[in-house]
Nanobody, 121 residues
């Protein structure tokens, strides 16, 4: 299984970025997809999750209303559209896959390599 995240970069506060995660080696439509992030010196935290069909989404309170998760089961890709970015959003962002609709990182089976998002003030 490979999860390849891309789209990170440096952006000013208030700006936007879009992350993508291409999945291969798994039956994409049977996996819940999630995004997590880890800032230096902090624990990895849940950001967003999208259900198998894309009909249901869940967000951390800190990103609700600013981030949007979506998926394309034809392209085997999950997206994270981030807007109104804040310096505290700075972190390495990881995509992950699991069979169950959960938000706990330890319950995700497969992980991408991460992409750095840096928001300057």
């Amino acid at each position: 299984v490979q999860l390849q995240a891309s789209g990170g970069g440096l952006v000013q506060a208030g700006g936007s970025l879009s992350l993508s995660c291409d999945a291969s080696g798994l039956t994409f439509s049977t996996h819940v997809m999630g995004w997590f992030r880890q800032a230096p010196g902090k624990e990895r935290e849940f950001v967003a999750a999208v259900s198998w069909s894309g009909a249901t989404t869940n967000y951390a309170d800190s990103v609700k209303g600013r981030f949007t998760i979506s998926r394309d089961n034809v392209k085997n890709t999950v997206y994270l559209q981030m807007s109104t970015l804040k310096p505290e959003d700075t972190a390495v962002y990881y995509c992950a896959a699991t069979k169950f609709y959960v938000v706990i990182a330890t319950l995700y089976d497969f992980w991408g390599q991460g992409t750095q998002v840096t928001v300057s003030s």
